[in-house]
């Protein structure tokens, strides 16, 4: 079994390791950007993909993905996970389509509630025990689900019209322009940023670099959140203007 994903602060990382031992020990977890993860697709039967919903959608930079390399999904088979802070509707089915669009079987999919990484919304964020028990929540579910996937039984959540139907009208509709494109509103703030270089070396989309003594932030932006979470110094926000607390999965285990 190889599972596969892309995860910011860990969430979704946590996830699909967490199932895909559960279901194989000898198995496998690779990021989606790793070198080795295109050739271990191409000599698998099917994988698992998991990822966090941004905006009830498929974050872009998996989008592009998906499609860039869609010729090696055809015919394989694959089971989502889709890690949200709270809801997303179809958050699964929106890969879903896309793999099918490459000619892949989707064999199921599954909703997890993990700590919301919006770092930078107070609306947002939970207390630290509240998070850990949907930490240990998701982690029963999972166990749950490989039981049932061992005896044949798949989930299918986030796969009919009815999810497709909540993802449209929960949030889609309404926020579909975030996640159509790359987004350019990642700021640093130069009095906080030691230009460290941490969210450099983290950022999957090569969308920012250091010259001159400043930080560049080139507009190519995924909002993973990723470095937003990861800064010592909180200097970088997006969706809104202050760090109120940073996320990684491991504050939660
Ligand atoms: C920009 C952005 C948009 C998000 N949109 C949603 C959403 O629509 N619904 C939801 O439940 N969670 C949403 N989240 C929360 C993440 O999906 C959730 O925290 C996820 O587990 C992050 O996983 P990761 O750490 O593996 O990337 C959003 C997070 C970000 C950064």
């Keep these: 079994m190889l599972g596969i994903y892309f995860s910011a602060t860990g969430n979704t990382k946590y996830c ?5 031992n559960k279901l194989d ?10 070198p080795e993860t295109l050739t271990a697709v191409q000599h698998a039967d099917g994988f698992i993909f998991g990822y966090g919903v941004k905006f009830s959608n498929v974050p872009k930079i998996v ?12 015919g394989k088979k694959i089971l989502i996970i889709a890690t949200m802070g709270a809801f997303s509707g179809d958050g699964s089915g929106c890969a879903a389509r896309l793999f099918q669009k490459c000619g892949a079987q989707i064999v199921g999919g599954l909703h997890l509630r993990m700590p919301d990484v919006v770092a930078d919304s107070k609306m947002l964020k939970k207390p630290l025990a509240f998070n850990k028990e949907l930490v240990i929540k998701a982690g ?4 749950n ?6 005896n044949g039984k798949y989930p299918k959540e986030g ?6 139907i909540a993802g449209l009208l929960g949030q889609r509709l309404w926020f579909y322009s975030k996640t159509s494109r790359y987004s ?7 009095k906080k940023c030691i230009l460290c270089g941490l969210c450099v070396k983290n950022c999957p989309m090569d969308n920012l670099y250091i010259t001159e003594n400043k930080l560049v932030i080139k507009g190519q932006c ?15 926000t997006s969706l809104g203007k202050k760090v109120v607390e940073q996320c990684s999965v491991e504050k939660y285990l």
């Design 159 to 164: 796969l009919n019209i009815f999810y497709h």
């Design 184 to 190: 350019n509103r990642l700021k640093v703030d130069s």
């Design 140 to 143: 029963n579910k999972i166990d």
């Design 222 to 236: 995924t909002e993973c959140y990723r470095c937003i979470n990861c800064c010592p110094k909180q200097a970088l």
């Design 63 to 74: 989008h592009d993905w998906i499609l860039a390399n869609k010729f090696i999904f055809n």
């Design 16 to 20: 699909v390791e967490r199932l895909v």
């Design 25 to 34: 020990k000898k198995s496998k977890s690779l990021a989606m950007k790793d």
């Design 145 to 150: 689900a490989a039981y049932d996937i061992l």
